[in-house]
C-alpha cells in the first residue's frame, strides 16, 4: 500500500458539531433568568427585539427597541446603531437573534448577549406585556 493512500474510513469521519451549534458557541448565549439578572445589573445596557411586526402580539418587553428582522430598512437600522453600545437581542424562538448577534459580532459590535430559546421562555416573566 503506497504511504500517501487513506483508507475509507479516515474520509468519512464527520464532524460532530453542527454549523448551527457552532455559531451559538460563539456567542454570549444567555437562559432567561440569566437575560434578565444581566440585563438589570447594567442600566446602559439596550434590548433588541428582532421579531416581526406580527409577532409582536405574542408579548412586548416595554424598553426594547425593535428591529423588524424581515422589515426592509433592518440592516440598515441595525448599522445605525452604536458599536459601544450593550444591547441583549431576542427574538420569536432564538434562531433569528443568534444571526442577529452573529452579524453583530463580526461587524464590530463588542457587547452582545442573545436570548437562548428566544422569547417563548419569556412568557412567566413581568417585563413582559401584551400589546
Known sequence: ??????????????CKTSKWNYLKSLLNNLPPEDFWIEFEQIPQ???????????????????????????????????????????????NTGRRSVRVCTYMKNSGFRYVFNLDGGMGDLHLKEQVTHA
Not at 433592518?74 to 431576542?90: G, H, P, Q, S, T
Open 1 to 14: 500500500m503506497p504511504a500517501a493512500s487513506v483508507s475509507i474510513h479516515t474520509l468519512s469521519m464527520t
Open 45 to 91: 445596557a439596550k434590548i433588541l427585539d428582532v421579531r416581526t411586526e406580527k409577532e409582536l402580539s405574542n408579548g412586548i418587553i416595554p424598553a426594547a427597541i425593535h428591529l423588524d428582522f424581515l422589515g426592509e430598512d433592518f440592516w440598515e437600522r441595525l448599522e445605525a446603531l452604536n458599536k459601544e453600545d450593550i444591547y441583549f437581542v431576542y427574538c
